[in-house]
């Protein structure tokens, strides 16, 4: 799909705010709302737009320390790539699993109500899994958000 000027300008609007209604996006754009609505039909059904997310404060809800862990699959054992995806996918503290290429295997972020509660989590959750080899945690201290390029 070949994204217009107009597609992009309406993309940025919406990564910027995606509780906008169609109304108050055309109102930005110069559209009028039911060339807007179209415009945002025809992305989802190509799957430019994948979905909305609601997006929580995470130490405003609870969870005041965010770890991303990097994890290392033991050689010994070789347990399946689906499999540990799936286990950790399970345990409600990650937020996500990205299979990267590097020294690591995966990259995890975690979240917790505090170090004590990820020391619980790291130990009893994520150590004991079977395929878990070395692991390394950064503690997150500060977060900016940017959109990226559209």
């Not at 300008?9 to 179209?38: E, F, I, M, N």
């Not at 790539?81 to 990267?100: K, N, T, W, Y």
Request: hydrophobic share 45%; aromatic share 4%.
């Amino acid at each position: 799909m070949i994204l217009d000027t107009q597609d992009r300008a309406l993309l940025r609007a919406l990564v910027a705010s995606a509780d906008q209604s169609t109304t108050q996006l055309g109102q930005k754009l110069g559209l009028s709302q039911p060339a807007t609505w179209r415009r945002m039909r025809r992305l989802q059904d190509a799957g430019v737009i994948a979905g909305r997310r609601l997006v929580l404060d995470a130490e405003k809800v609870g969870f005041g320390v965010t770890v991303f862990l990097g994890v290392k699959l033991a050689t010994k054992g070789r347990v399946s790539l689906e499999d540990f995806e799936r286990a950790v996918g399970a345990i409600p503290e990650v937020q996500s699993v990205d299979h990267v290429l590097g020294l690591y295997d995966y990259r995890l972020r975690v979240v917790a109500r505090d170090l004590a509660d990820f020391e619980r989590v790291l130990r009893r959750r994520i150590m004991t899994m079977p395929g878990v080899g070395d692991v390394e945690a950064n503690v997150l201290l500060s977060e900016e958000r940017r959109p990226g390029p559209i």
